[in-house]
């Protein structure tokens, strides 16, 4: 069994790298894929850069030319849940493309033509593993399970926030998940996103998200290995 880990930003994998064993780099454009061991499981990782166009670069290469049998994704994200604080975590049931807007024809926000889903749902093995792993290392008060909508936006409003919530039901935001899982679902691979949370989308995200990404990072981190301790 072969498993693809992906996150945005440096910052995100840096520390899944540093625990990893026998790693070997295979450059892809200006893409560097790290496959090796970690919890004595095959793994590939990559830093995907940032945006859905970045993810879904990624995740395709992992299908096509890794070969993995399913993708984590791990990173942070801005919280669009009110209840939801920084450093918590959101384990996605479904990912929704939230700048996907072809309503003049009639369609939801969100929808993607002539596409049967668009409202891409994770695994539900991988995420039951994953809740279980992120309440034993966190409390239960500060792991959610909801839906993860992402766009090629850094939102940092809280009348965007109101959108979002209304609009989508999101529990939180960032810029590559949804389109990582529009991949898996057309390659039907199983796959989950998990964040942690960097900061509230808000008036204040541009300051919190520099100074919570590193916290976020590894708490998302410490999630990923206790998957793969169980898998
Ligand atoms: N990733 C982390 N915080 C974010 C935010 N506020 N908007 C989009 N992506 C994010």
Known sequence: MRIGIIGAM???IIELKSVMNNIEEE???????????????????VECGIGKVNGAICATFMKSHFNVDMLLFTGVAGGVNPDINIGD???????VEHDFDTTAFGYELGQIPRM??????TDETLRDIAYDCAVKAFGEAKVWKGRIVSGDQFI??????????????????????AAVAHVCYTF???????????DKADDDAKVDY?????????????IIEGILERL
């Open 116 to 121: 049967a889903e668009y409202k891409f749902k």
């Open 10 to 12: 440096n910052e995100e």
């Open 210 to 222: 520099p100074e919570f990404v590193k916290l976020a990072a590894k708490n998302s981190k410490t």
């Open 188 to 198: 039907n691979l199983p796959f989950l996103v998990i964040r942690a949370i960097s």
């Open 27 to 45: 450059c892809i454009g200006n893409l560097s894929f790290f496959k090796g061991e970690l919890k004595g499981k095959e793994v590939v990782l």
């Open 89 to 95: 975590i959101v384990i996605a049931t479904d990912l």
């Open 156 to 177: 940092a409003s809280p009348d965007k926030i109101k959108w979002l919530k209304e609009i989508f039901d999101g529990y939180c935001t960032e810029m590559e998940g």
